[in-house]
């Protein structure tokens, strides 16, 4: 994987539309980006989806990274695991609502599933919290915490990728959790 400083540096080249940064960007990243898109949807086809859209995304929206918020992988997989999860999201209503109309034997509203003004406000002002929240978090706090629901990885993984013993992970991640909760309710 390409060190952080070039991968910012491709990003702030993609801000400006070089379309070389951009495949740079995407040959450095997209293998680990469609593992992460992968194991939420275990589907390969809609991974495959979802990392096309969140690339598209990324082209449009690269100006919006700041390398002082976090790194540039970190904001590059939430794109994806957010995407991976509205995917998750609507299939999930969709079969409701094909329950549903199935069990009525009739036609019913088909609810708008795009969020509102008011919602957009509220993930975008949340997402700002938790970035500040998990910026005041111990260095050892936000890696688990960062492996584990970024990544998806499960506790045993992340010790073995941080080769710490795997009581001192569950550790990590719990503290982690409350201090990111405490942060959150003061926030």
């Not at 549903?100 to 997402?127: N, V, W």
């Not at 998806?152 to 990111?180: N, T």
Request: net charge positive; hydrophobic share 45%; glycine share 6%.
């Amino acid at each position: 994987m390409k060190d952080f400083g070039q991968l910012q540096k491709d990003l702030a080249r993609v801000a400006l539309g070089d379309r070389s940064a951009f495949a740079r960007v995407y040959q450095a990243t997209s293998a680990h980006l469609f593992a992460v898109a992968l194991r939420i949807l275990n589907r390969r086809d809609v991974a495959e989806d979802v990392l096309l859209e969140s690339f598209v995304s990324v082209w449009k929206h690269a100006g919006g990274y700041q390398a002082s918020a976090g790194e540039p992988m970190t904001w590059l997989i939430s794109i994806v695991r957010n995407r991976a999860l509205d995917v998750v999201r609507s299939a999930s209503t969709r079969h409701e609502t094909t329950r549903s109309l199935a069990a009525d034997g009739g036609e019913a509203d088909i609810p708008d599933e795009r969020p509102s003004p008011l919602q957009l406000l509220t993930q975008a002002t949340d997402s700002l919290a938790i970035r500040g929240c998990m910026e005041a978090l111990d260095a050892s706090h936000r890696q688990c915490l960062a492996l584990a629901y970024y990544q998806g990885m499960s506790h045993s993984q992340v010790a073995a990728h941080m080769r710490a013993p795997l009581g001192s992970v569950k550790a990590w991640v719990r503290r982690g959790l409350e201090r990111l909760k405490a942060c959150m309710e003061n926030g």
